[in-house]
C-alpha cells in the first residue's frame, strides 16, 4: 500500500471520492483521519444532503469538502492562517466547488459572533491546545438551526467539559484522537 505524500488528504466518499486535495502540513495542520471521518459520515449519513455546513478553524478543510462531496448545499470554511485558507481556495477551485464552498479568511470566534448564517451541521476542531474549543462552544448556539449535529474532536483522555445545554449523542477514540457527535438544546441551557 502506497502512503499519500505529506501535505495531502483524500476525499473519501460521494462525488470527489479518492481525490487529492493538499494542505500546509508544515503549519503543523492536522487532518482529522480517514477511519474517523468515515465514522463521523456514517452518522452524519441521514441528515447531510442538503445541509448547509460550517467548518469553523477549517484547516485542511478535511471536512467541509467530505460534506460538499456527500451532498451538502453549502459549506462555509472559516480559516485564519493565511497558507490554509490559499489552500482552501486552490481545492475548491480543484474540485469545482464553486459557490458551494465559501472561503473565509479571518478569526473563527469574531466571524462566529458577527455572522447572520445558520447551520445544520458544525465541524469544530480548533488546534488542541488553543484554547478555542470552550468559547467557540459559548458562542455556537446562534447559528445552530433546529436539527443541527456539531463534531467535536480532542486528544484523547482530555474530553472537553461541554457548556450547559450540550450533549453527547455519540463518542468514539481512534488512536491518540477521541471524538464526538453533539446537539445543543436551548431549554437546558436556561436559554
Known amino acids: 500500500?502506497?502512503?499519500?505524500?505529506?501535505?495531502?488528504?483524500?476525499?473519501?466518499?460521494?462525488?470527489?471520492?479518492?481525490?487529492?486535495?493538499?494542505?500546509?502540513?508544515?503549519?503543523?495542520?492536522?487532518?482529522?483521519?480517514?477511519?474517523?471521518?468515515?465514522?463521523?459520515?456514517?452518522?452524519?449519513?441521514?441528515?447531510?444532503?442538503?445541509?448547509?455546513?460550517?467548518?469553523?478553524?477549517?484547516?485542511?478543510?478535511?471536512?467541509?469538502?467530505?460534506?460538499?462531496?456527500?451532498g451538502a448545499a453549502r459549506t462555509s470554511f472559516i480559516e485564519q492562517g493565511t497558507q490554509q485558507a490559499a489552500g482552501l481556495r486552490a481545492a475548491a477551485l480543484k474540485l469545482a466547488a464553486g459557490d458551494r464552498a465559501e472561503i473565509v479568511p479571518g478569526d473563527g470566534l469574531s466571524w462566529l459572533r458577527n455572522t447572520a448564517s445558520r447551520y445544520d451541521v458544525v465541524f469544530l476542531d480548533p488546534p488542541y491546545g488553543a484554547g478555542l474549543l470552550a468559547p467557540a462552544l459559548a458562542?455556537?448556539?446562534?447559528?445552530l438551526k433546529g436539527m443541527h449535529r456539531v463534531y467535536l474532536e480532542w486528544p484523547q483522555g482530555q474530553p472537553p467539559e461541554l457548556p450547559p445545554g450540550y450533549s453527547l449523542l455519540k463518542e468514539k477514540n481512534a488512536g491518540q484522537v477521541s471524538y464526538g457527535l453533539a446537539v445543543f438544546n436551548a431549554a437546558a441551557a436556561g436559554t
Open 1 to 70: 500500500m502506497s502512503r499519500r505524500a505529506l501535505g495531502t488528504l483524500r476525499i473519501i466518499g460521494g462525488e470527489w471520492r479518492s481525490r487529492l486535495i493538499e494542505f500546509d502540513a508544515d503549519a503543523g495542520v492536522r487532518p482529522t483521519p480517514d477511519r474517523v471521518r468515515q465514522t463521523l459520515f456514517d452518522w452524519l449519513s441521514p441528515l447531510i444532503a442538503g445541509a448547509t455546513c460550517l467548518d469553523l478553524f477549517a484547516g485542511s478543510g478535511a471536512l467541509g469538502f467530505e460534506a460538499l462531496s456527500r
Open 139 to 143: 458562542a455556537l448556539p446562534r447559528v
